[in-house]
């Protein structure tokens, strides 16, 4: 996407950011309209919010930077602003906070939203700051789209009947069973993160070079059935797997498989979204922590990607020399590209949209499950906070580890190959998987001998 706009694509971009808002809460209103008002205002898990305070944050923080910030308006209730600042109230606070009910979080959020609608339409779009190619109108549908994900996350751990309906993926293709196990990436430069794309948010940027080593990646995410051995094979069993912390956390909270897993005889099943159902040995495994996904690697004698790596083999073009917007190309997913937004409440079977292979090979890069990588959440140089610190900047350091590549979860608009997500190591109810990878080439010691 080019980073200037002509008078005459004003309009689309106008329209496009109308149909990314309504396209937003089309889905915020499935996942808080197919539960009962005790649902809604109940936290299901201690790790979420319930899902009536996402609600009204998602009209407060549009209010908030659209209506106020860009529109310069009065606040229409600024006595709950305090209520639904998520840097004030941890999660396991919310419930006991004076919340709007659903009726009036519905009511605060249609109100937002038919304004901000007017305001799009007076609203310079070709401006600096915050009006940069609507930049603000898209940081906020993707930011509705991101609770949208995190909503979906309350719903795999709400307890009760099924609520959601889906379709599943079709089958994996007639060649997914003959793809290589690993696609290799030469060594060389790529540039990593983005200058231009216009509504890329501040821990994406700037576009820098980057020397990567040769290295092997799996072709696909690390499935179900392989991780069926690694239990099979006594890997929670085993502290050579693990790194001391990742240890001393499975002993302490009895990890045995992962999140959602029970077993039923010689059978795995798993709970999702209210049904049991057997495991599919094809699918990509999915609820695993960052120890989880380490452990298996060393245990299959590989590890973790780096998120350079990661990212070099999803954007990197050789036959070009740049870096692409996603594995395809610059052109945005279809669904033939990738299993994203929700249209699918699981992973598709590994090998699945070859149209969705990176020049190297790899599928599945995006969508599917968030892929853990070995890197710690941090700047890149260059770094500025924009427009605020506290979307990124208080998160970097090593106490966060780097997910990519997005999820079934996952809107489109929030999802790109630059983009990067973060957790703590122990998150499970994430939607997250792995792929491993393995030096192609010697790595010189400390003292530069190989």
Partial sequence: MNTDLSAGSVESLRERIATELLAARERTAVLTGSIEEPDLVAQHSPLMSPLVWDLAHIGNQEELWLLRNVGGRDPLHPEIDPLYDAFEHPRSERPSLPLLPPAEARAYAREVRGRVLDLLETTRLDGTGLLRQGFAFGMIAQHEQQHDETMLITHQLRQGPPVLADRPPAPAPQDAALLPAE???????????????????????????????????????????????????????????????????????????????????????RRRFGTLEPVPAEEPVVHVCWYEADAYARWAGRRLPTEAEWEKAARHDPAAGRSRRYPWGDDAPTADHANLGQRHLRPAPAGSYPAGASPYGARQLMGDVWEWTSSDFGPYPGFRAWPYREYSEVFFGDGHKVLRGGSFGVAPIACRGTFRNWDYPIRRQIFSGFRTARDAEPRPTAAGAV
């Fill in 183 to 269: 696609v290799l990436v030469p060594a060389g430069d790529f540039s990593m993160g983005t200058t231009g794309e216009p509504w890329a948010l501040d821990n994406e940027r700037p576009a820098h070079t980057v020397h990567v080593p040769a290295y092997y990646l799996d072709t696909v995410p690390v499935t179900n059935g392989a991780y069926q051995r690694f239990i099979d094979d006594g890997g929670y069993d085993d502290p050579r797997w693990w790194t001391p912390e990742g240890w001393a956390h499975l002993r302490q909270a009895g990890l045995a498989a992962p999140l959602f897993w029970t077993r039923d005889g010689a059978t795995w099943l």
